[in-house]
């Protein structure tokens, strides 16, 4: 069963940036659209940015244009999520998935807290 593993979360203070990568558990993954999604206390989860299989094409959240930019690199199977200008409304259990989401890829998630 391929696990998708995310990791780079942390805790950093408003204004301050982190990269997210997401893995998956094995190298023959196929190579999907694929999205970053997250999840806040309380809230339903949300996409946050989505990439086309080869890069033709990024959607984002509106809260987080201009400061969130999802990029891939294909050849070693990895998503990223770049995070500039942390807000505490950033908060969240963030994930990687397919695009749509696939629910047998849910993974654990790394979380991202911004204090203020």
């Known amino acids: 069963q391929v696990q998708l593993v995310e990791s780079g979360g942390g805790l950093v203070q408003t204004g301050g940036s982190l990269t997210l990568s997401c893995l998956p558990s094995r190298r023959s993954f196929s190579i999907v659209p694929m999205g970053w999604y997250r999840q806040a206390a309380g809230k339903q989860r949300e996409l946050v940015a989505s990439?086309?299989?080869?890069?033709?094409?990024?959607n984002y959240l509106d809260s987080v244009k201009g400061r969130f930019t999802i990029s891939r690199d294909n050849d070693k199977n990895i998503v990223y999520l770049q995070m500039n200008n942390l807000k505490p409304e950033d908060t969240a259990v963030y994930y990687c998935?397919?695009?749509?989401?696939?629910?047998?890829?849910w993974g654990q998630g790394t979380r991202v807290t911004v204090s203020s």
């Open positions: 998935n397919w695009y749509p989401p696939n629910d047998a890829y």
């Open positions: 990439i086309t299989r080869h890069r033709e094409g990024t």
